[in-house]
């Protein structure tokens, strides 16, 4: 089994909560419902990536309930659908991992050493992949 090890960092609660009600204010519209719903999507992410999805939906002007789900390039293809040219991705952090021996259990560990901006897009910036011979 393959385990990560990161030193938890209690001060982003504090900044968690506060980005939550800022973005809660600026979105008054938004009911709990609405809000579970949308959380339900993207509930593989971290809590800073969901903060990083929340801010550039407010800078963006998008009300994320609209949103239906982020999957990067390649994961779209996976599913048959293609991401449209020209489309601007949400930046999320994803972290770089490389792998070392537990000197004591001999266990491979992935330990997390960096982290890389990388890009996900909304279904909505997608369109399905047609077959060779499918009408346009």
């Known amino acids: 089994m393959k385990k990560v090890h990161t030193a938890p960092d209690t ?3 504090d ?3 506060k980005a939550v009600k800022a973005f809660k204010e ?3 519209d938004l009911t709990f419902a609405a809000d579970y719903t949308w959380l339900s999507q993207i509930t593989t992410y971290s809590i800073d990536n969901i903060v990083m999805i929340l801010t550039q939906c407010d800078m963006r002007g998008i009300n994320p309930v609209t949103l239906e789900g982020f999957k990067g390039y390649a994961g779209w293809q996976l599913v048959g659908r ?3 040219k020209g489309e601007k991705g949400y930046a999320i952090l994803a972290p770089i991992t490389r792998k ?3 000197s004591t259990s001999g266990e491979e560990i992935a330990h997390i050493v960096a982290c890389k901006i990388t890009y996900v897009f909304d279904l909505s ?3 399905e992949i047609k077959a060779e011979g499918e009408g346009e």
């Open 11 to 13: 001060s982003k609660k």
């Open 100 to 102: 070392v021996e537990d």
């Open 125 to 127: 910036q997608t369109d």
């Open 82 to 84: 293609q991401v449209r």
């Open 15 to 17: 900044d968690l909560l």
């Open 26 to 28: 600026a979105h008054p």
